[in-house]
T-cell receptor, first 117, second 116 residues
Framework: EPEVTQTPSHQVTQMGQEVILRCVPI?????FYWYRQILGQKVEFLVSFYNNEISEKSEIFDDQFSVERPDGSNFTLKIRSTKLEDSAMYFC???????????????FGPGTRLLVL | AQSVTQLDSHVSVSEGTPVLLRCNYSSSYSPSLFWYVQHPNKGLQLLLK??????LVKGINGFEAEFKKSETSFHLTKPSAHMSDAAEYFCVVSESGGTSYGKLTFGQGTILTVHP
């Protein structure tokens, strides 16, 4: 069964450093998402991406964050200058239909645990 | 705006007994509702989803959930718990007809413990 994969599974970085989190969505999917979960808090939406553009972003997704689909298979989240509060589990998800069709299901990867020291 | 409240942060049951994980939602539009499960060191796996068809939804591994609009609830049940059901469960809502296409809103999660 196709699945979303994410690398690395764990990343430790120093405050102020740039990190890139990588995701390989399911191959025929067109809609891509990033979510994060700070320890002890809810999973929260960061950004959605379709047709090489951001469709929607949350208040969390400020200028320090960017997303890119550099080729036909990868979807990346970049944090330019990490802060301590960026420490979280980051989940990538993909789907093949928009929610407005009421048939969308988002499939999630296993997550990347980011620790900023 | 949409929101989800999972009424229990932890639920503990004995193997073979019923499971009930409670979820209430708030949505301005016709919601789609989901339950996802996360086993340790694994991704979020879809258990089941409601998208305005039958109000009683059957999912994988014997789980089911009933959409009750009057109560704004979407509780998850299973008649008989198995040890392998021990995991964290998330109730999730997505709005259709609003401006937030694709955005999922999660509950805080319920950790299910199953005792032998």
């Amino acid at each position: 069964e196709p699945e979303v994969t994410q690398t690395p599974s764990h990343q430790v970085t120093q405050m102020g450093q740039e990190v890139i989190l990588r995701c390989v969505p399911i191959s025929n999917h067109l809609y891509f998402y990033w979510y994060r979960q700070i320890l002890g808090q809810k999973v929260e939406f960061l950004v959605s991406f379709y047709n090489n553009e951001i469709s929607e972003k949350s208040e969390i997704f400020d200028d320090q964050f960017s997303v890119e689909r550099p080729d036909g298979s990868n979807f990346t989240l970049k944090i330019r200058s990490t802060k301590l509060e960026d420490s979280a589990m980051y989940f990538c998800a993909s789907s093949d239909q928009r929610v407005s069709s009421r048939q969308e299901t988002q499939y999630f990867g296993p997550g990347t645990r980011l620790l900023v020291l | 705006a949409q929101s989800v409240t999972q009424l229990d942060s932890h639920v503990s049951v004995s193997e073979g007994t019923p499971v009930l994980l409670r979820c209430n939602y708030s949505s301005s539009y016709s919601p789609s509702l989901f339950w996802y499960v996360q086993h340790p060191n694994k991704g979020l796996q879809l258990l089941l989803k409601y998208t305005s068809a039958a109000t009683l939804v059957k999912g994988i591994n014997g789980f089911e959930a009933e959409f009750k609009k009057s109560e704004t609830s979407f509780h998850l049940t299973k008649p008989s718990a198995h040890m392998s059901d021990a995991a964290e469960y998330f109730c999730v809502v997505s709005e259709s007809g609003g401006t937030s296409y694709g955005k999922l809103t999660f509950g805080q999660g319920t950790i299910l413990t199953v005792h032998p």
